[in-house]
């Protein structure tokens, strides 16, 4: 089955302790990208990346960083997590070409205490 | 740089009634559109996109949207609400050349209240 997925789930965490979202495509993907979700603000871009080891921030990269050694794998890294960084966050992946779709994960939401 | 606005936050309507749910871009040239909905505790699943061609575009589970260029709009209906419809729903566009092509820009969201 075609799908992206994300672990952990659910996440709670305390201030400063690093961590790891993880996210994996099965489609052969090259555009890989990661959003955060917050009431009221819709979905903003975090990081994405077009290929192995070309990646670029988005609209809120701040406190965030990314890795794409492997086409299929694109890790989320909070170095020293904070609370303003708990929200719910998504993975996504497509095609690049003409108008193709992204296609999102199951979501991993994190809390910072 | 592009946005997108989604008129209404909230929307309720009744089991059978007409689903309209806005959306109105800023774009300098037309965008690929797109229509995502999310149900509670999920991810999202494409509705249904606009890249060329016919103006009037279908989608899953009945939803249809037509993107008007004279007024950037790409409003979202189903002539008939059923109780399986109530979920969050994003409007997004996506340049259609140029940097950050390949950057979806979403609206904040309308979540659609059905009632019985």
């Known amino acids: 089955e075609a799908q992206v997925t994300q672990n952990p789930r659910y996440l709670i965490t305390v201030t400063g302790k690093k961590l790891t979202v993880t996210c994996s495509q099965n489609?052969?993907?090259?555009?890989m990208s990661w959003y955060r979700q917050d009431p009221g603000l819709g979905l903003r871009q975090i990081y994405y990346s077009m290929n192995v080891e070309v990646t670029d921030k988005g609209d809120v990269p701040e406190g965030y960083k990314v890795s794409r050694k492997e086409k299929r794998n694109f890790p989320l890294i909070l170095e020293s997590p904070s609370p303003n960084q708990t929200s719910l966050y998504f993975c996504?992946?497509?095609?690049?070409?003409?108008?193709?779709?992204?296609?999102f994960g199951p979501g991993t939401r994190l809390t910072v205490l | 740089a592009q946005s997108v606005t989604q008129l209404g936050s909230h929307v309720s309507v009744s089991e059978g009634a007409l689903v309209l749910l806005r959306c109105n871009y800023s774009s300098s040239v037309p965008p690929y559109l797109f229509w995502y909905v999310q149900y509670p505790n999920q991810g999202l699943q494409l509705l249904l996109k606009y890249t060329t061609g016919a103006t009037l575009v279908k989608g899953i589970n009945g939803f249809e949207a037509e993107f008007k260029k004279s007024e950037t709009s790409f409003h979202l209906t189903k002539p008939s609400a059923h109780m399986s419809d109530a979920a969050e729903y994003f409007c997004a566009v996506r340049p259609y050349t140029g940097a950050g092509s390949y950057q979806l820009t979403f609206g904040k969201g309308t979540k659609l209240s059905v009632i019985p």
């Open positions: 489609m052969n993907h090259e555009y």
């Open positions: 996504a992946s497509s095609l690049i070409g003409y108008g193709d779709t992204q296609y």
